[in-house]
């Protein structure tokens, strides 16, 4: 058998990139719909899940092939015909290969919204173009603007039902701008849609010749993702330390880890975090052989001219470029857990690859996602709060602002007793 | 220069990142090595994580012992080649000593009881982390699942009771008898792994090429015949030309008809296919919700 490759076609896949965004909308806002649209209209699904689809529709006594249950995961939520936990989806165009954070909208699920928002590039906010701006869709933003999520896509849905005004259309995209610009929000892009019957998700509609934008898939498969990494600032944190110790290898230490910013290059004078030894880049390793440049968010293996001590949790960085050690640390938290914040516990800290104890020393305020609104009397910290808190830590941490840095300027905070994550951090 | 990386290179990365992440976070991880493409592809990765030092892991196989040949041949060549260390759990042994029982009737299958092989091992061998194949694109409930997933001392799931995993920080922490479950190819699906198979030019086992066998036709799918199999009258044994787009325990792997017999034709086929890759898993097909009742119990 030939299992061997000589020469084959790279076009057409090995040049996709990809791109991760999250859905946001309120129960029935149609977010189902839309993210079973895409998949339909796009060929990704397969016969046997339609079929799959099809015969639990019949079961349930719809009329129609209900696409919303392509995303439904858990036998609980085909039960009761709710998204109760992030599920992730993936579809390929030619262009790109997507991965959709689908969480749901529910009040109680901020924590599901901010895990799933972490990771994305873009965000998909739903309105129901019948309501309108509503208090769930300032609560989603919101959070999309604390997670710095790069880019917004405000998908205006159920046109059909609005009779596909522009009219409705208009004074929700105003509502939206008016309400936006208080946030942090960089690109924001307004599309009309009906997930139902397709319009404007991956085929152009003839109802709304008025709507010169693109579809929202030609928009997720164009927005521009290059500079969505920070290539700025170096920051390596070290995972592990790999040393062979055999023959060939008999002196080799190689420091694992991912770029989290910035590009690295042999040659590089560096400084390791928190010792503050500098030597320079000797190396870049790996599999595949040395290479001449690294940056975020590449796996690789890092050798130094000299040999000093490294070890998991150091951070390597451009000796004129550092983060700040601190120990006193400000931050945005979301809380996860059902058990709110004991006074003065300590937690488990961990950022980046670095290990510490932290201890909530003072609860700043709580804000009101929906109104921005920040309560400095009310510190009854509860699950899917968010607040602003300092922080202080049993060592300095190698930290920069979240705002920068979403790799290094995030944090975790970890119970002890029950080792679940309890919190999330954006340091400010 | 464009300094973006293509989306095999991405996942290429996250996947790294996971594995250092289980070596760095465990004391005694393990790669749950089926020797189906997933898991082949989990070995390789390792290999790239830890270059130039070996792979830091076992591979664990749990045997049903209704095995293809040829995947037994290509996980003793593998482990030869990369110079691991190889721990089998036998459900015959399970078996054998009363732990678990076997399945009767026409469509028995050990597909089930191998979580009760699987739970032992782990606990034999005290493993606190087990590295798979699975990815979230496979199964519905599996879409559910976190790159760091924790069972507890029973080894079972809670889908509803996850951890919540955020940006690239994963929390291993787990108190002595748990374990975890890591799957570095949680967002992957199965065009990434096969585009990666022919990118890398990983070997697999020739059962994923085409080639001629003898088979049954069976649940719309062609199933092999093996010592294992209980065949009727009715059934009509034919030589079929067939590939394997997952492989399991051989009573329950059907195959395609297909011409593919290369990477590339792979590829291609995967690229059209209408069904997907688990559409003829027998185990799959129980009910709408068997591989996460499975799961929950501790299955793969």
Same mark, same amino acid.
């Given at each position: ?428 | ?29 393990? %790669? ?80 089930? %009881? ?54 690239? %920080? ?26 990666? %198979? ?103």
């Amino acid at each position: 058998m030939d299992n061997t490759i000589k020469e084959h076609d790279n076009a057409g896949y090995l040049d996709m990139e990809l791109l991760r965004f999250t859905t946001a909308g309120s129960v029935d806002d149609g977010k189902s719909t839309l993210i079973g649209r895409l998949l339909y209209d796009s060929k990704s699904i397969f016969e046997d899940q339609l079929e799959q689809v099809a015969k639990s529709s019949e079961r349930k006594g719809l009329e129609q092939t209900d696409l919303a249950l392509l995303t439904d995961g858990l036998k609980d939520e085909r039960e009761q015909g709710i998204t109760i936990d992030v599920a992730y989806r993936y579809f390929a165009t030619p262009k790109r290969k997507f991965i959709i954070a689908d969480t749901p909208g529910h009040i109680q699920y901020t924590r599901n919204m901010v895990t799933g928002a972490s990771t994305a590039n873009c965000a998909l906010i739903l309105v129901d173009a019948r309501n309108g701006v509503i208090e769930q869709t300032r609560r989603h933003s919101i959070i999309a603007s604390l997670l710095q999520i790069p880019h917004i896509v405000v998908c205006i849905n159920k046109m059909d039902l609005v009779d596909y005004s522009q009219e409705a259309f208009d004074k929700i995209k105003e509502d939206y701008e008016s309400f936006v610009s208080k946030l942090d929000v960089k690109d924001v892009r307004f599309i009309p849609i009906s997930a139902l019957k397709g319009d404007n998700v991956v085929n152009r509609s003839k109802e709304m010749n008025w709507y010169e934008g693109s579809t929202l898939l030609y928009t997720l498969e164009n927005l521009h993702i290059g500079s969505d990494h920070n290539h700025i600032d170096c920051r390596f944190p070290v995972q592990t330390v790999i040393r062979p110790k055999n023959d060939k290898y008999h002196d080799y230490r190689g420091y694992a880890g991912r770029i989290a910013s910035g590009i690295f290059k042999p040659g590089d004078d560096i400084t390791v975090l928190p010792s503050g030894f500098t030597s320079k880049v000797k190396s870049i390793d790996t599999f595949d052989g040395e290479i001449e440049e690294a940056f975020a968010p590449m796996s690789v293996s890092i050798q130094l001219e000299d040999d000093i001590d490294v070890g998991r949790g150091d951070m390597i960085v451009r000796t004129n470029n550092r983060p700040e050690p601190s120990q006193d640390i400000e931050a945005m938290v979301c809380w996860l857990n059902n058990q709110g914040p004991k006074p003065r516990a300590k937690y488990s800290i961990r950022h980046t690859t670095s290990d510490a104890k932290a201890m909530i020393k003072d609860i700043r305020y709580k804000l009101n996602i929906s109104t921005l609104h920040r309560d400095e009397e009310d510190k009854d910290v509860k699950m899917n709060d968010i607040c602003k808190v300092l922080l202080r830590t049993t060592k300095p941490l190698l930290v920069d602002s979240y705002r920068k840095n979403r790799i290094t300027g995030s944090i975790i905070l970890v119970d002890d007793a029950t080792n679940e994550t309890v919190a999330a951090g954006m340091i400010v | 220069m464009q300094y973006n990386l293509t989306h095999l290179k991405e996942l290429e990365a996250e996947s790294i990142y996971v594995l250092r992440e289980v070596f760095a976070q465990f004391e005694n991880p393990a %790669i749950l090595f089926s020797g189906g493409k997933d898991s082949i592809v989990v070995t390789h990765l390792a290999r790239k994580a830890f270059h130039p030092a070996k792979i830091p892991f076992p591979l664990v196989h749990i045997d049903t012992g209704h095995n293809f040949p040829e995947t037994i041949k290509f996980r003793d060549d593998l482990v030869d080649e990369i110079g691991a260390k190889l721990i089998v759990g036998s459900v015959q042994k399970s078996i054998d000593e009363g732990a678990a029982s076997e399945e009767k009737g026409k469509n028995a299958n050990r597909n089930a %009881i191998q979580t009760i092989t699987l739970l032992d091992t782990i606990e034999t061998n005290q493993f606190d982390a087990c590295i798979g194949g699975a990815r979230r694109d496979e199964e519905k409930a599996r879409a559910k699942e976190r790159f760091f997933s924790h069972r507890d001392e029973f080894g079972q799931w809670d889908p509803k009771n996850q951890r919540p995993e955020l940006w690239n %920080i994963f929390n291993g922490k787990h108190h002595h008898g748990e374990h975890f479950r890591v799957f570095p190819l949680s967002n992957w699906t199965e065009m990434d792994v096969w585009q990666y %198979i022919l990118a890398e030019n990983i070997k697999i086992p020739s059962l994923y090429f085409a080639h001629d066998r003898q088979v049954i036709r069976r649940s719309n799918t062609w199933l092999p015949i093996s010592d294992f199999i209980q065949i009727d009258e009715s059934e009509e044994v034919v030589t079929k030309k067939i590939r394997f787009r997952t492989l399991g325990d051989i009573t329950i792997t059907g195959g395609d008809e297909s011409d593919a017999d290369t990477l590339e034709k792979i590829v291609n086929e995967v690229a059209s296919a209408r069904q997907t890759e688990r559409g003829n898993r027998e185990d799959d097909k129980r009910s709408e919700t068997s591989m996460e009742d499975r799961k929950k119990e501790g299955y793969f």
